[in-house]
């Protein structure tokens, strides 16, 4: 069965193999959980319209203005 989770407002939801979660919402923030979607904790990033997750964990996202960023993983 599905489960509401408390996010709110979002646009896109990348998930990693490691059950991280990121989610870009429709004001062009990025939050991210790392307990499977219990919590999320809102980033520093703004900006963005989409998300996604390399196989090696490099974040990938999409600006409104249509350009791609990436962030490696840690």
Do not use: C, H
């Amino acid at each position: 069965n599905w489960t509401r989770t408390s996010a709110t407002g979002m646009a896109d939801v990348a998930v990693g193999a490691e059950g991280q979660i990121y989610l870009a919402g429709k004001n062009g923030t990025v939050w991210f959980s790392t307990d499977r979607g219990v919590n999320f904790t809102q980033t520093p990033a703004s900006g963005f319209s989409r998300v996604a997750i390399g196989l090696d964990n490099t974040l990938f996202a999409v600006g409104n203005n249509a350009t791609l960023w990436k962030l490696p993983a840690n």
